[in-house]
């Protein structure tokens, strides 16, 4: 009878072992598995998305892109990072009264290659409402361009367009993309319509910018051909 019991017990106590290893197993894959956010855009993002792009800048030349997403650190309060759209990437070390980039980013302040941020530059940008990436092909008609500014009661520059990019979430302190589009003006007048999808890296920290572009290589007014 002793040994009939010991057989039992131990039969429960390996089926209940092997329960155990089961749903620990289940439950890890579960949270193991990335953090998937559908952003205003229907585009999907999960926790790789949001770690800054990693590739040699290569330029482009004269073509026009696929739909890129790109995720860069401006984390930095004191540091801006400059990005180059026919590069297709962060330039290091860029001079900011150089032609080599296109978007500076500190935090959430975003300026473009051009007016008084940089006299030389022919950067702008163009925001478009009520309208999807998808189907911006050209730019509109008698399209105008807001140059970077710096208003007299303010320490930074600006730039309208780009100013208020985001809407301010007071619930839970974040800031969220508005759906819209922004056509640039690169520093030597080509194009491109950007998107921003997230402003936040992996791990919630703000300061990544997460997001998606098509760059027209020639000096055109069609943004994808």
Not at 86 to 110: E, H, P, Q
Request: proline letters at 3%; hydrophobic letters at 35%.
């Amino acid at each position: 009878m002793e040994a009939k019991a010991f057989f039992r017990y131990l039969y429960i106590f390996v089926l209940l072992f092997l329960l155990g290893a089961i749903l620990v197993f289940v439950i890890g894959g579960i949270f193991s598995k990335p953090k998937k956010t559908e952003t205003h855009s229907g585009v999907i993002l999960d926790e790789s998305s949001l770690t800054p792009t990693q590739i040699k800048p290569t330029e482009v030349g004269e073509k026009t892109t696929p739909t890129i997403t790109y995720t860069l650190d401006c984390s930095q309060i004191e540091e801006w990072v400059y990005f180059d759209f026919s590069r297709g990437s962060v330039i290091k070390g860029a001079d900011k009264n150089s032609l080599d980039w296109d978007l500076a980013f500190k935090r959430a302040k975003i300026l473009t290659n051009g007016g008084e941020t940089n006299k030389k530059g022919l950067g702008g940008a163009l925001v478009l409402e009520s309208v999807k990436f998808e189907t911006i092909a050209e730019l509109p008609e008698n399209a105008s361009f807001e140059k970077d500014y710096k208003s007299y009661n303010k320490l930074e520059k600006e730039n309208k367009a780009l100013d208020k990019w985001y809407e301010y979430n007071y619930l839970n302190h974040r800031l969220e993309p508005k759906p819209s589009i922004y056509i640039i003006k690169t520093a030597d007048g080509r194009f491109a319509k950007m998107q921003i999808l997230s402003y936040y890296c992996e791990g919630e920290k703000a300061g990544c910018f997460t997001f998606r572009y098509v760059y027209q290589g020639k000096k055109s007014n069609k943004l994808v051909l």
